[in-house]
């Protein structure tokens, strides 16, 4: 089995700032790409950020460039998601997605958490 839990989300005032972790756990040989996205009621999933395991440079939507940085510890299959300058339009549920092999020999297999609240309010 393969679990992957966030957590870091919470309620922060408009310009605040939180960190979001995502760690995925279990019978694991490697972990492959991972990814932030997120949700706000009424709108389509957005792919926040990616970070393949090689740590190849990461796109940012328009959204959140400048003000949002991903990264990755392979060594703890953890990926982190550094939020700045928050805006109120920040506010979604976030959920982090792993490519995961059980095995050397099996091909990846999607894994998904069950996301974190991120509420951006004065």
């Known amino acids: 089995q393969v679990q992957v839990v966030e957590s870091g989300g919470g309620l922060v005032q408009p310009g605040g700032s939180l960190r979001l972790s995502c760690t995925a756990s279990g019978t694991i040989f490697s972990v492959y790409s991972m990814a932030w996205y997120r949700q706000a009621p009424g709108k389509q999933r957005e792919l926040v950020a990616m970070?393949?395991?090689?740590?190849?440079?990461?796109k940012y939507p328009d959204s959140v460039k400048g003000r949002f940085t991903a990264s990755r510890d392979n060594a703890k299959n953890t990926m982190y998601l550094q939020m700045n300058s928050l805006k109120p339009e920040d506010t979604a549920v976030y959920s982090c997605q792993a490519f995961v092999k059980r095995a050397e020999y099996s091909r990846a297999t999607e894994y998904w958490g069950q996301g974190t609240q991120v509420t951006v309010s004065s």
């Open positions: 970070v393949s395991r090689s740590r190849e440079p990461t």
